[in-house]
């Protein structure tokens, strides 16, 4: 079996730099180019399913790969345990270094999120980065043992990403692996025999012109 994991395309809290966890924020413009390039680039790939978080701006990165590469008949599946990490209070507020408003995380919660978040405690009213690991590792677990399907798309979020694949890192001390995942950049995994490997991570399917660093700030 292939598993396709997909980073959601942009949003305008992408753009923005908005933390936005649960925020249920459809794509950009941007975003749906990049999804449809993506889908594009995919023709010929076929997916016997596509699993997505419930969140829109998922559901609609797997909406527009699929029919863009010809997945048209391929049966579109939800599982809350590919959403984004819910980070409580601080939802909606910006992540970017001299935000002037009060609605900007602080020094202290910018780096519980992009220093080392493995060791941070429970976002205030959230989730930590270990409550992402195991729902998104159980998720991915359950599905290579039942290995039912020969390839499937998992649409998902940037933390929720590498979280999931965490243990198939070299080093998984490093939790977001020098940078936060380009959007609608896909790891492939194969799994076989209850045993999954990670083939390739972060690849574009785009142009790379088009590939934005909106966290430059983070390495």
């Given at each position: 079996m292939e598993i396709y994991v997909i980073r959601h395309g942009e949003t305008d809290g992408n753009k923005e730099g908005i933390m936005q966890g649960w925020l249920?924020?459809?794509?950009?413009?941007?975003?749906?180019?990049?999804?449809?390039?993506?889908?594009?680039a995919m023709?010929?790939?076929h997916f016997d399913a596509a699993i997505t978080s419930p969140l829109l701006r998922a559901k609609e990165t797997a909406e527009l790969l699929l029919k863009e590469s010809g997945n048209t008949e391929t049966p579109l599946l939800f599982d809350d345990r590919l959403k984004e990490v819910f980070a409580g209070e601080w939802e909606g507020k910006c992540f970017r270094p001299?935000?002037?408003?009060?609605?900007?995380?602080?020094?202290?919660?910018?780096n519980a999120l992009f220093g080392n978040p493995l060791t941070a405690p429970q976002y205030?009213?959230?989730?930590?980065?270990?409550?992402?690991?195991?729902?998104?590792q159980e998720f991915l677990w359950e599905l290579v043992k039942e290995e039912k399907y020969e390839r499937v798309l998992v649409s998902t979020h940037g933390c929720a990403l590498?979280?999931?694949?965490?243990?198939?890192?070299?080093?998984?001390?490093?939790?977001?692996?020098?940078?936060?995942?380009?959007?609608?950049?896909?790891?492939?995994?194969s799994a076989h025999n209850g045993?999954?490997?990670?083939?390739?991570?972060?690849?574009?399917?785009?142009d790379p012109a088009d590939c934005v660093d909106r966290y430059k700030f983070v390495k």
């Open positions: 249920d924020l459809p794509l950009n413009d941007f975003g749906r180019k990049l999804a449809i390039d993506t889908g594009r023709k010929g790939i001299g935000h002037p408003d009060e609605a900007a995380l602080s020094e202290e919660a910018r205030p009213g959230g989730e930590s980065i270990r409550d992402v690991i195991a729902r998104t590498r979280a999931m694949l965490n243990f198939l890192y070299p080093d998984p001390s490093d939790f977001w692996q020098g940078h936060i995942p380009y959007n609608c950049s896909i790891s492939i995994l045993k999954v490997k990670l083939l390739e991570s972060d690849k574009i399917f785009y």
